[in-house]
């Protein structure tokens, strides 16, 4: 089994067991939006500003490697014309839930973002991309196949993983691995994944994350650091995710 499926399988089991990022928006918080009053998150803690997505109304936005009904019903809510691609069925599923409960279309396409992805060039306004390359073992290929699908102009909004929490043990209080860390090619890190259960995740460092934005081509706009949503680092306050805002010129 590639690893790519081993992710989807365990992403699913996730959901099934109450995993945060695949609880789906409420009845309540999709009105919310519509009233103009919504916030999402790219990482653990920190709310997007709007000001990085301007007016959605009409905008063909992608949910890349963002199923779970949580934030494409928002964009939904105000306005946009929206599509959603992810590799787990489960998080899919939510997406079909939540829009079938709402009354709003919206396009499901199960895909791996590791592939050529199943669009034409210069087909959106917006990409979302939430943390969710750190599940494949290559960022560079995922931010081209933005760019290409990007209409000019249009709008790259990421969350990214700062590869700190790859050097620690699960306590997050002593350094156990060296960089990169890639199960692929290491099978202590391989071991140490299936103890924690965490599925097949890579370290990306910031020349994948943001210089590959911008060897793609991308103007970096903005971004922010966040941290994890509990533990010893997050206590210390110690960033561990970036978010970007990237547009193709």
């Given amino acids: 089994m590639d690893y790519q499926d ?88 939510s997406e079909r839930l939540v829009a079938k409960r709402e009354g709003y279309s919206i396009r499901i396409v199960r895909a791996d973002m590791t592939k050529r992805l199943p669009f034409e060039d210069e087909e959106f306004d917006l990409i979302f991309h ?16 933005c760019w290409r699908i990007l209409k000019k ?3 790259l909004i990421a969350g990214v993983d700062h590869y700190i929490n790859y050097i620690v043990d699960q306590d997050e209080k002593r350094i156990v691995n060296h960089l990169p860390f890639n199960p692929l090619k290491n099978a202590d890190q391989m071991e ?22 911008l060897e793609a081509g991308f103007h970096l706009t903005d ?8 533990g010893w680092l997050s206590e210390l306050n110690i960033p561990t995710f970036l978010a970007t805002r990237a547009v193709k010129e």
């Fill in 6 to 93: 081993i992710n989807a399988e365990t992403i699913d089991r996730w959901v099934e067991e109450g995993w945060e990022w695949g609880k789906p928006i409420s009845h309540e918080q999709f009105e919310e939006a519509r009233q103009g009053r919504w916030d999402v998150v790219l990482t653990p803690k920190k709310p997007v500003p709007h000001v990085w997505f301007g007016d959605l109304k009409g905008k063909k936005v992608l949910g890349l490697a963002s199923g779970g009904g949580q934030q494409m019903p928002v964009f939904a809510a105000l306005g946009a014309e929206c599509t959603v691609l992810d590799y787990s069925e489960r998080q899919l599923e």
């Fill in 130 to 145: 939430p943390v969710s390359n750190c599940y494949v073992e290559e960022v560079k290929p995922i931010w081209k196949e």
């Fill in 223 to 230: 971004l922010y650091e966040d941290t994890n949503s509990e």
């Fill in 192 to 213: 140490q994944l299936k103890r924690d259960d965490a599925g097949v995740q890579f370290s990306h460092s910031l020349e994948e994350q943001i210089g590959g934005q």
């Fill in 153 to 155: 102009g249009g709008l």
